[in-house]
């Protein structure tokens, strides 16, 4: 199976904060793999922009390290790393200020598309909007692509949609959640809408309920200081799992186009319930032999933010009424597994007898690691002695399916940048699936803070704290196992 390139037109890509971490890690490296997949033309730049002074060469030098260290397998040779360097080049920008813009504005051409990534602090997106209004760079057709955290609750995303709104419009804002950008994720739309196996059972009279996890092993690492202002609910449930919850719960669009996609995405959000206070879990890690503890890592003793959740929510619509999803995300547990797993109901008489025992349909998605599904089907166990049922997986690991071939699926980055300089904001949410996001949010925080609550601690490498095991058991439920 070979991956079909489609080039995109001459862009010129400005990257606010092209020296820091993210773009380093993925957005460089993730152009680099583009250009050596042919995919982006010849007369594409780059331009990265920050404060620190730099030349040309030295940002190229710094690309290139980059590059090496994060490309991955699928990185070019040094010829073709030379190539894609010939169309990088830096301009020291300061965002809050006035120095630069103009030399910036001499580098950009007319009547090619234009972009500016902010991959620079939240505290910058403003100011960045503004500045590349006042400096005549935001031209009718040029693009915008705003990093996440996009506001802390609604009425900063509010007040930040206003500010971008003064000088973009909503077809030339892109605001990024890489998991749209995931493989798995867009083929959760793929296995929905393009066969007809599922859709019929994609149901509360089929489905028993709903389980996304997002598992990390990591801790709050350097980010200590963002982190405890935020927590695992703003950090992740908002933009990652929320996005992923509708693109399980939504109805079919139309068309797979991005007002289509996004319409029915906002009334998932919309439909979602309160979640009342027994049904969220919120824990902390502990310390764990030299491993300090979470509020060790976010050098506040007295810090009561989550590094794990854990809640049941229900999304109010004639589908799912009465089917629970249960949403699951923290740091240092057990192991680093992203999963949604719709687990189908029993079925309704077992001809096979009490002896057979409980068998259920699972169908698992998994994002991370080895992207790919899994649909658990009930067979016999093979071999003489009687009708004993056993489920075997029926397994698609990408890696597995497309061969070499998957070597050549972009990365969430990527694709997502390149769908950028096409012009398709399918992947990228809307500002106000974004102010529903948190208009749903904001409650439950308000919620725990008015009554005091503090996470509960859970050991390092657990499933998180004992309380979010026991928000399935009373249901007669179980979580599945986090594991690679
Ligand atoms: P970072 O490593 O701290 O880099 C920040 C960048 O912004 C640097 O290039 C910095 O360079 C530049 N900068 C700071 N102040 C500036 C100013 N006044 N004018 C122009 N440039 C300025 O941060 P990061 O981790 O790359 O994150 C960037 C954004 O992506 C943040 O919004 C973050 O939340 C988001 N994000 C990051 C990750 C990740 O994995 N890193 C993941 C998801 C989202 P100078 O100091 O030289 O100006």
């Not at 050098?299 to 999304?315: D, K």
């Amino acid at each position: 199976m070979v991956s079909r390139i489609i080039p995109v037109d001459p862009f010129d890509l400005v990257i606010f904060g092209g020296t820091g971490d993210l773009a380093r890690r993925k957005i460089l490296p993730g152009l680099f793999r583009r250009f050596c997949a042919d995919q982006m033309p010849e007369e594409a730049r780059i331009i990265g922009a920050a404060r620190s002074e730099m030349s040309d060469d030295a940002f190229r030098e710094m690309v290139a390290e980059a590059i090496r260290e994060f490309g991955g397998k699928r990185g070019g040779d040094d010829a073709e790393l030379d190539a894609f360097l010939e169309r990088v080049g830096y301009e020291t920008v300061d965002a809050t200020g006035e120095g630069g813009w103009k030399a910036l504005a001499g580098r950009m051409r007319e009547g090619t598309t234009r972009a500016f990534y902010f991959s620079v602090g939240p505290s910058l997106f403003g100011d960045l909007a503004e500045r590349l209004h006042t400096h005549g760079l935001a031209t009718p057709d040029s693009r915008i692509v705003v990093e996440k955290p996009f506001g802390h609750d609604l009425e900063s995303a509010r007040a930040l949609n206003a500010t971008l709104a003064q000088h973009f419009t909503e077809e030339q804002i892109y605001r990024i959640d890489h998991y749209l950008g995931k493989e798995t994720v867009q083929n959760l739309m793929a296995v929905r809408f393009g066969n007809t196996l599922f859709e019929p059972l994609w149901n509360a009279q089929y489905v028993d309920h709903i389980q996304i996890t997002v598992a990390e092993t990591v801790g709050v690492g350097g980010r200590g200081g963002y982190y405890d202002k935020s927590g695992a609910m703003r950090d992740m449930v908002q933009n990652h799992l929320m996005q992923l919850l509708c693109l399980i719960a939504m109805e079919p669009p139309a068309r797979f186009d991005p007002n289509a996609v996004r319409d029915e995405k906002l009334k998932v959000i919309r439909a979602l319930d309160p979640v009342a206070p027994h049904h969220i879990s919120r824990g902390q890690y502990d310390a764990f032999e030299d491993q300090p503890s979470y509020r060790d890592d976010v050098e506040n003793p007295r810090s009561t933010t989550e590094s794990f959740i854990a809640l049941r929510c229900h999304v109010s619509n004639w589908r799912w009424a009465g089917t629970p999803f249960y949403l699951r995300t923290g740091k240092k547990l057990r192991a680093r597994a992203s999963e949604i797993a719709v687990v189908f109901k029993d079925a309704p008489h077992s001809i096979f007898g009490a002896e057979a025992g409980r068998h259920r349909n699972v169908l698992s998605i998994r994002l991370q690691p080895n992207e790919g599904m899994t649909l658990g089907v009930t067979i016999k166990e093979p071999g003489p002695g009687g009708m004993r049922l056993v489920d075997v997986p029926l397994d698609m690991t990408f890696a597995d399916a497309l061969g070499p071939d998957a070597e050549e699926v972009p990365d969430a980055y990527e694709r997502l940048i390149m769908d950028v300089m096409r012009g398709n904001q399918t992947l990228f949410m809307r500002g106000d699936e974004v102010e529903a996001a948190w208009a749903w949010t904001d409650p439950l925080i308000e919620g725990w803070q008015g009554r005091g609550e503090v996470p509960k601690p859970y050991d390092v490498g657990s499933s998180g704290p004992d309380d979010s095991l026991m928000l399935m058991h009373r249901d007669g439920r179980k979580w599945r196992d986090i594991r690679t």
